[in-house]
Nanobody, 124 residues
Framework: QVQLVESGGGLVQTGGSLRLSCAAS????????MGWFRQAPGKEREFVIA????????YYADSVKGRFIISRDNAKNTIYLQMNGLKSEDTAVYYC?????????????????WGQGTQVTVSS
């Protein structure tokens, strides 16, 4: 089992930045790809961004390219999501997820472990 805890969400103005963190515990010895998904009110969960175990491969949704950056520190069992140029449509609950594979994927079904989520609200 892997436990994931997100932090760093909050309220920010349009154009602002936030940095989310996701700390993993439990069976962290395996080489998991990690990802972030989000769910806005009344909408389905959607893929945002993912990173391979090594950090060498990243995969972005078109909606966040050029604005969001994912990184990881395997020594700390933590991944980060730097969000810049935030827009109102980025408002959602952001979930961290760990895959059972070492390569990133945009498919939620490929992720076996999920955090509880952290709220990000972008106000205009």
């Amino acid at each position: 089992q892997v436990q994931l805890v997100e932090s760093g969400g909050g309220l920010v103005q349009t154009g602002g930045s936030l940095r989310l963190s996701c700390a993993a515990s439990g069976r962290t010895g395996s080489r998991y790809a990690m990802g972030w998904f989000r769910q806005a009110p009344g909408k389905e969960r959607e893929f945002v961004i993912a990173i391979s175990w090594s950090g060498g491969t990243t995969y972005y949704a078109d909606s966040v390219k050029g604005r969001f950056i994912i990184s990881r520190d395997n020594a700390k069992n933590t991944i980060y999501l730097q969000m810049n140029g935030l827009k109102s449509e980025d408002t959602a609950v952001y979930y961290c997820a760990a895959s059972t594979a070492s390569v990133p994927s945009s498919r939620g079904l490929n992720y076996a472990y999920w955090g509880q989520g952290t709220q990000v609200t972008v106000s205009s």
